[in-house]
T-cell receptor, first 112, second 115 residues
Framework: ELKVEQNPLFLSMQEGKNYTIYCNYSTTSDRLYWYRQDPGKSLESLFVLLSNGAVKQEGRLMASLDTKARLSTLHITAAVHDLSATYFCAVPSNFGNEKLTFGTGTRLTIIP | GAGVSQSPSNKVTEKGKDVELRCDPISGHTALYWYRQSLGQGLEFLIYFQGNSAPDKSGLPSDRFSAERTGGSVSTLTIQRTQQEDSAVYLC?????????????FGDGTRLSIL
């Protein structure tokens, strides 16, 4: 059974600082997705990582995938307040459809 | 439509009643997924549709839960004889064909509260 673990669960950062969220998964997968969720809102797709060594960047966020280590990271550079949200990684099934197994989520709070 | 649409946005009902939740996926998307988000269990997969067929129902928690999709478009998730543990946000997502590497686009969800 596929398990996806994220850490930390909660992260409080000062504006301007850098930090990394980690996502580990238990079975082989060659792709991984990152989503953002604002309070009371739905999930917004951030990154689609489709191969070992894939790196994607959007603004102050950068995501990478190491399929051999079964690890993805989401790096935040010089955090700003509007990055406050919950971030989820998700790994798709290897068996015929792309149903997602989600990590526990990391609730990020940026403090002025 | 422009995005995945779900209705109602909120539903409060008494234990033992039946509820129906609706999802209208992005036009042209053949793959449709239902997930459930609750404090205790996080985000869990429920069921996957490809067109009107449901080849993967493995996440449905009990036989009180069922879903259908008609016309390759709208889907309805039905919960019979609701229990308090059914309280959660039910999220619907769609993708173009459900193929490799396609991100799923989520609706705003239905927040279900069982009294």
């Amino acid at each position: 059974e596929l398990k996806v673990e994220q850490n930390p669960l909660f992260l409080s950062m000062q504006e301007g600082k850098n930090y990394t969220i980690y996502c580990n998964y238990s079975t082989t997968s060659d792709r991984l997705y990152w989503y953002r969720q604002d309070p009371g809102k739905s999930l917004e797709s951030l990154f689609v990582l489709l191969s070992n060594g894939a790196v994607k960047q959007e603004g102050r966020l950068m995501a990478s995938l190491d399929t051999k280590a079964r690890l993805s990271t989401l790096h935040i550079t010089a955090a700003v307040h509007d990055l406050s949200a919950t971030y989820f990684c998700a790994v798709p099934s290897n068996f015929g459809n792309e149903k997602l197994t989600f990590g526990t989520g990391t609730r990020l709070t940026i403090i002025p | 439509g422009a995005g995945v649409s779900q209705s109602p946005s909120n539903k409060v009902t008494e234990k033992g009643k039946d509820v129906e939740l609706r999802c209208d996926p992005i036009s042209g998307h053949t793959a449709l997924y239902w997930y459930r988000q609750s404090l205790g269990q996080g985000l869990e997969f429920l069921i996957y549709f490809q067109g009107n067929s449901a080849p993967d129902k493995s996440g449905l928690p009990s036989d009180r839960f069922s879903a259908e999709r008609t016309g390759g478009s709208v889907s309805t998730l039905t919960i019979q004889r609701t229990q308090q543990e059914d309280s959660a946000v039910y999220l619907c997502a769609s993708s173009f064909t459900g193929g490799w590497g396609q991100p799923q686009h989520f609706g705003d969800g239905t927040r279900l509260s069982i009294l």
